[in-house]
C-alpha cells in the first residue's frame, strides 16, 4: 500500500541540502512507512546468504553483520528509501485516479481486502497517503471504505455469537466484536474470524459492499470504525453522510446474514487419549459442528498432557485461539 509523502526534510533551517556519503539525500520522510523495510529485509536476504556462502567459517558470526550494515545503511539511505519512495507515491497516485475515476471498483477493493493487510500489519502504511488527500483535498474517500472493512469484521464477529452454541466462543466473540466497532479489529481477527475462516471471508464480502454507495471522509479518523461515520458529514457533499450510513448498514446485514447461511466450521470437541501413562500421547482427536470426520493428530514428542486452561499464557489458555490440550515435553 502507498507509504510514502514527500516532505522538505532534506533542507534544514539554512536551506542546504543534507548529504551522505557526498551523495544530496532524497526529500523524504519515512514515518509510518512499509515498503522501505520490506525491500531492505529483500535485499538482505540475499546479502546475507552471499556472505554465508563466501566468508570463511571463522568471520560469519561478526562478519556477516558488520558487512551487512556497511553495505545496508547507504544503500537504503541512497537507493532504496527513495525508491520505494517513489513507488509508494505512484501507488497513491493510481488509486487516487482510480478512486475518482472508477469509485466502485476502489471501494470493492478497500472494503474487501483491508483486512488482509490488517493481518500482515502494514495498514499502518496507508496512514501518510490519507493525511495528503485531507491536506490537499479536505477529504479522502479510502477512510470512509476502510470503515466498512472494519465494521464488517465486527459483525461476523456478532454473527458468531448468534450463530454458535459454544458459551466460551459467544464470549469470546463478543468481546472481540465490541473492540471491531471502536476500529479494532486485531482481537476479531485473529481472535475470531480468521480462525474460523468463514466469518472472515464474509466480512470481506461485506466490506466491499461500500463501492455501491459514493461516500468519503472529511476529517481524520484515527481508528475507522462505526463512531466515526460521523465524519461524512458535509455541507458541501451532503448526500456523503446518508450514503455512508446506507452503506454501513447494508454491509452489517450482509455480512450477518451470510455468515449465518455459510456457518464458522468451529471445533466443538477436544478430546485426549493416551497409553496410559502421562508421558506419551498417542493422538488428539478433534469433531468438526459442520461435519463428521474423525481428524486425528500425532504429537510430535513425548509429554505429559495438560489442559489448555492450565498453560502459563493467559492468551491460549483463556481459549482466544481455540480450545485445545498442551503436550509438556520433558
Not at 74 to 80: A, D, F, G, R, Y
Amino acid at each position: 500500500m502507498p507509504i510514502g509523502v514527500r516532505l522538505p526534510l532534506g533542507l534544514p533551517g539554512g536551506g542546504e541540502t543534507i548529504k551522505f556519503l557526498f551523495f544530496s539525500m532524497a526529500q523524504t520522510t519515512y514515518t509510518s512507512t512499509v515498503l522501505p523495510p520490506l525491500f531492505l529485509v529483500l535485499v538482505l536476504a540475499y546479502l546475507e546468504r552471499f556472505l554465508g556462502k563466501h566468508l570463511p567459517d571463522v568471520l560469519k558470526a561478526i562478519g556477516t553483520p558488520f558487512v551487512s550494515a556497511i553495505i545496508m545503511i547507504p544503500l537504503t539511505i541512497l537507493v532504496i528509501g527513495p525508491l520505494s519512495d517513489a513507488a509508494a507515491n505512484g501507488i497513491a497516485v493510481a488509486y487516487n485516479y482510480l478512486a475518482h475515476t472508477v469509485p466502485v471498483v476502489a471501494g470493492a477493493l478497500v472494503g474487501g481486502i483491508w483486512e488482509v493487510f490488517v493481518i500482515f500489519g502494514v495498514h499502518w502504511g496507508v496512514t501518510p497517503m490519507n493525511i495528503a488527500n485531507f491536506n490537499a483535498n479536505g477529504c479522502d474517500t479510502f477512510q470512509a471504505f476502510q470503515t466498512c472493512a472494519v465494521v464488517a469484521q465486527a459483525a461476523a464477529c456478532f454473527s458468531v455469537v448468534l450463530k454458535t452454541k459454544q458459551k466460551e466462543m459467544k464470549r469470546v466473540a463478543f468481546s472481540s466484536g465490541l473492540t471491531g466497532i471502536f476500529g479494532i479489529t486485531e482481537p476479531t481477527i485473529y481472535g475470531i474470524t480468521l480462525s474460523l475462516k468463514k466469518p472472515f471471508i464474509c466480512g470481506c464480502i461485506g466490506g466491499a459492499i461500500i463501492s455501491l454507495f459514493h461516500t468519503m471522509y472529511y476529517a481524520y479518523a484515527g481508528l475507522p470504525g462505526l463512531l466515526t461515520t460521523v465524519n461524512a458529514i458535509s455541507d458541501q457533499n451532503p448526500m456523503s453522510f446518508p450514503g455512508m450510513m446506507i452503506g454501513t448498514i447494508a454491509t452489517i446485514v450482509i455480512t450477518i446474514e451470510l455468515v449465518l447461511i455459510m456457518g464458522c466450521d468451529e471445533k466443538t470437541t477436544v478430546s485426549v487419549s493416551d497409553n496410559g501413562s502421562n508421558t506419551d500421547l498417542e493422538s488428539v482427536k478433534t469433531a468438526s459442528a459442520d461435519q463428521e470426520e474423525e481428524i486425528v493428530v500425532y504429537a510430535p514428542l513425548n509429554g505429559e498432557i495438560k489442559l489448555i486452561s492450565e498453560v502459563n499464557d493467559p492468551t491460549f489458555a483463556e481459549g482466544y485461539f481455540g480450545a485445545g490440550c498442551s503436550n509438556h515435553s520433558f
